[in-house]
């Protein structure tokens, strides 16, 4: 597994970087062109304020990065928001958290593999054009990926990150260069179309709540910061401070290239809409809207094509890294939780490997549910995305600012209650600034599809509640009391009997090297003649145990079984009832099709019954030696 | 259940016609068009031909009629195909008759219920804008209250098919009145457009060859008329002549109401094409065809639009009872296949009732799959439909062929042996008949869909040949040699622990109540905190057991397990290992969810090891209480 071996290899800052901020730095490649698109609503006009939000936005980013620094130093064995929140507020808190962050993480895989898919899009036109198709493919295949455990290093997720890091800078480099030093006049494509505003005399509130809204749309930006916080005990020692410095690059990066496109995008004049067909004048109906950063690519590097396909492939890879990290996190965060009791055990990875497998399939389920549903449309996705990351933000900046209040009372050095004091008002600055946009968000998306988020995390929290409560009201009910419990005098043996055949000879045979106190062979009379030649055949083999046979006037098997045993409960209450169920053993998951219904019915049925155990005498016919059973092993153990 | 009731209610003639003729009368409601559709590839000037193709299809009709005629005299305990050809051709040539009535079955439904979609649209525009879904939720309603096993009378049966057949005589008469005794001239408003040919110069082979398709369609009219032959134990005594009386009334019915409205048709000028948007001149893009019947009771009942929504209603209403008969017939044939170890067992209803949901389900789920993929279109769907039919048609008439030489072979008296041959030479005629229609269907309609009836039937055939071949050789397996089996001569218990709970030890106390020559408690150690805590509880509690731990580098449930009982089966080959595995019942399935998944896990791979029972020491929790095992009984025996 990935997560054993990361944790033997401690990783340099030049590898954790590129491991745990493809995420973050992915964000970049959707983030500048969510502000556009939502000030194309009011027209061309309004894309005057898109460079202020940029910096509102990248101060928000400022805060967010330093007040994490600050997490990841106080908390070097994993600084992430389910453990920050939980240790200072509580259980109940810390679950409102595990709630955003595993919506957080579906909705990473679905934007981020819709926002690859809208990349390659504008360079492959196929893709666009089978764009769901298209999402659906990537998700399988990243989730067989990591079902299949394959193992990548550090190394391998470096080259992606760097690649793309590189290639924006470059863009944004070469752009920036060839407008003003070599004095070219840079104009995109899409600049000779005029967006016909869907609501173009929007002024005072409307204008200002749209402004809110683009805003709260480039916050988008910020998702995936946590991923460092998360991912503090895989780094080299001290690994507090390393982190801090890495998140502090990070930082750097994400700001500069998302201050860099829009700046890049206002100076080449692109023109972007929600609806291009109907709101791009004169794009015509054939149009397909590339994204900003391929539209960039194409204007910068026009004439120099590989550049355009370079920046595009790199987008696209990263995106789909970005979506691999999920694939990590989501099974890692659901054992942390299932290990609490706070979602089904088999999430939980302590025993067999399974439990990541299906973790993986959960996140990939999930992840295609909205994909299909929102049809690969990261626009709309987005609106979803950013409350649960701001909520976690929130929830974990205020769990550090009581972090340091608590440390505060106990500690006297008054250097130490100074850098405390520091780290503790860095905190209150990002609690500040994030819960101002939570609150921009919950307003300004609610409609738009925040609510929907917001539902899901209510769900989740409200079941993981529920399968906690159940798990400790089982947990007690199971207490054993002290003392001995009263061993069954007897055991009565009913061995199920429907023709002449070997598993049923074997069955006797085993039910008799038992040594029960009574032996009772049982068929159920179905069919009178098929019950006669039973009988002619028990005769003629001369069977020693005597056949009970019971009356089914509406031809069931299950209840004059149960009938009899509750019976013969009844009249021994105290003994021990156990029924002998012959059964098929096969090598063929179709077989089953055609063995054993009856079987697995009349054992679902029995174990109802107090007091009566259920044995299984399984008959191995030939084609089960077919199967290679230490490959089905490793299946199981989920190799 | 419907099929007892019927048996125990003999039916008069007049409630046995339109109990089985349902499905035969529907088909005029879609054949009729299917002939003016196919003409329509070469243009109106092909209509000419319409008269003389209907013609031949009422003679194919009557020879039908005539032939199964025959049938339902000779064998009164049912007529159906697969019995008189597995009689008279043996077996193999049964099962193709019975895959072609499955393939037919299927095919009943998804026709009937789209040409009731498109009789029902003709009135509603809605539902003819909502073909499909309307399809499904007609699917899904009659496979629900066909598994609810609603009772319902052949008086019931008889409203609509007596309102159908009076509803298109009515039709018939008032059109032929007001056209020649009223002197009026009846124009369908469709006549005013006019058909554009996709093949307009079609002449020699090629307009033969349209013709062989159109009368190939035509022949959809014969669809159905089995159903009487296998309902013929159901009439009142004398039962054959009965039965043959009936075939004789629904066949005058028939071929009336089906050469009634192609004159209709003819006179009022109607004008069909399969691509109405397209090649009917005129109609506009907004253009909604309506079926042939509701566009001739529109003409007919101009200005009284009552006549038009009694006959689209009558119409839509036997179609939806015709496919009803399917949900009938195929369980009830499924359960015959089943009986003779064709089909799995699942499928025989001798047991629980439970195999007649099975059928059910198995056919409504093909039909959904046959209306989604060719969404709901019955044009295309007729293509599939008629080969299935001709084939049974022609299989059974070559069965009573032989049926009466096997008989003249011993019969002497000379008045016997002139109706004989009369019979023969009746069946002779039908097979000729019925036989020309095949190649003309496998030919005419082979790439138009034909073959993948015909694939489907090859499957069906291979599928059913290997399910008899694998219980035959299962059951060969299982054969027990004569003599004793040899007793194990000791029981080694080995009882599976998590930890210290009431499941475990009841586990225990009922291992040692079975007295067992040895017994181990056995624990996988995952966890080494955990298997420390279980050990302190095991002192504490003074458990008088010793505890026995396996290691699982891998953490590991399953297979550490596995490898503790084959060692100890090694050890001692002829002993028997008991493994005890404590399990907790639950009341509501999403517990299931929550609980037992390792013990299911564990019995799954431990079924493989020889010698190697399985016990599941239920541990019934409150919740297990709530739940009503009375109806849980009842569900599973399907009432």
């Known amino acids: 597994m990935r997560s054993d071996r990361l944790a033997r290899t401690r990783l340099p800052k030049r590898i954790a970087l590129p491991v745990f901020s493809s995420d973050a730095m992915s964000s970049v490649a959707y983030a500048p062109e969510q502000i556009f698109l939502a000030l194309s609503v009011a027209g061309a006009g309004a894309y005057v304020y898109a460079g202020w939000i940029g910096l509102l936005v990248a101060l928000v980013m400022i805060a967010v990065v330093a007040s994490y620094r600050q997490n990841v130093v106080a908390y070097p064995n994993g600084g992430g928001g389910y453990q920050v929140v939980s240790v200072n507020y509580g259980r109940s808190w810390g679950l409102v958290v595990a709630s955003a962050l595993l919506v ?29 198709f298209f999402c659906v493919c990537a998700i399988v295949a990243l989730a067989a990926v990591n079902l299949r455990g394959v193992r990548s290093s550090g190394r391998f997720f470096a080259i992606p990150t760097y690649a793309f890091v590189a290639g924006i800078f470059v863009m944004i480099g070469v752009g920036l260069f060839r407008e003003f030093v070599m004095g070219e006049d840079l104009v995109a494509a899409s600049a000779a179309y005029e967006i016909a505003p869907s609501e173009p005399d929007l002024a005072g509130a409307a204008l200002a709540f749209l402004m809110l809204r683009a805003f709260a749309s480039g916050c988008a930006a910020l998702t995936g910061v946590e991923a460092i916080a998360n991912g503090v005990p895989l780094f080299r020692k001290p690994q507090g401070r390393n982190a801090a410095t890495t998140l502090l690059i990070m930082g750097v990066f994400g ?21 291009p067909v109907t709101d791009l004048v004169g794009a015509g109906v054939d149009y397909h809207q590339k994204t900003l950063v391929a539209q960039l690519a194409e204007t910068v590097f026009g004439g120099f094509p590989l550049g355009f396909v370079y920046v595009t492939a790199s987008t696209g890879l990263i995106l789909v890294f970005a979506a691999n990290t999920a694939f990590n996190g989501f099974p890692m965060l659901g054992s942390i939780l299932a290990q609490d009791r706070y979602l089904p055990r088999q999430l939980h990875t302590r025993g067999d490997r399974l439990a990541y497998s299906n973790g993986i399939v959960l996140l990939a389920a999930f992840a295609l549910v909205l994909v299909l549903v929102f049809q690969g449309d990261e626009t709309r996705l987005i609106q979803l995305y950013i409350v649960g990351v701001f909520a976690s933000f929130v929830l974990a900046q205020s769990g550090m600012i009581r972090h340091w209040s608590r440390l505060l009372r106990t500690e006297r050095d008054p250097s130490a209650r100074r850098r405390m004091r520091r780290s503790q008002s860095i905190n209150g600055f990002g609690l500040l600034m994030t819960a101002a946009v939570l609150v921009i968000v919950v307003v300004a998306k609610f409609s738009h599809g925040a609510w929907i988020s917001i539902a899901v995390m209510a769900i989740l929290y409200v ?36 023709r002449v055949h070997k598993p049923m000879i074997r069955a006797l045979s085993y039910a008799k090297a038992t040594r029960p106190d009574t032996i009772t062979a049982l068929t159920v009379n179905v069919d009178d003649g098929d019950t006669r030649a039973l009988q002619v055949e028990w005769e003629r083999r001369k069977i020693p145990i005597p056949l009970t046979i019971v009356d089914s006037p509406y031809r069931e098997i299950t209840r004059p079984i149960v009938d009899y045993v509750t019976t013969l409960k009844r009249s021994s209450p105290r003994d021990l009832v156990t029924v002998f169920i012959p059964e098929y053993v096969v090598g063929h998951w179709w077989e089953n099709l055609l063995h054993n219904q009856s079987a697995l019915r009349i054992k679902s049925r029995l174990r109802f019954e107090r007091g009566v155990l259920i044995t299984s005498v399984p008959w191995q016919l030939e084609s089960s030696e077919t199967l290679d059973l230490d490959r089905w092993d490793d299946r199981l153990a989920g190799r």
Chains 1, 2 share one sequence.
Request: glycine share 6%; no cysteine.
């Open 104 to 132: 957080d993480y579906i909705l990473t895989v679905a934007v981020s593999i819709s926002a690859a898919a809208a990349t390659v899009g504008s360079a492959v036109p196929f893709v666009q054009e089978h764009k769901v």
């Open 255 to 275: 700001v500069g290239m998302f201050l860099g496109m829009i700046a890049l995008a206002k100076l080449t004049g692109v023109q972007m809409a929600e609806n």
């Open 463 to 498: 079941l993981m509640r529920a399968i906690q409560r159940h798990y400790a009201a089982v947990s007690a009910e199971l207490e054993p009391p002290s003392g001995k419990p009263p061993l069954p005098p007897r055991n009565h043996v009913v061995v199920l009997v429907s």
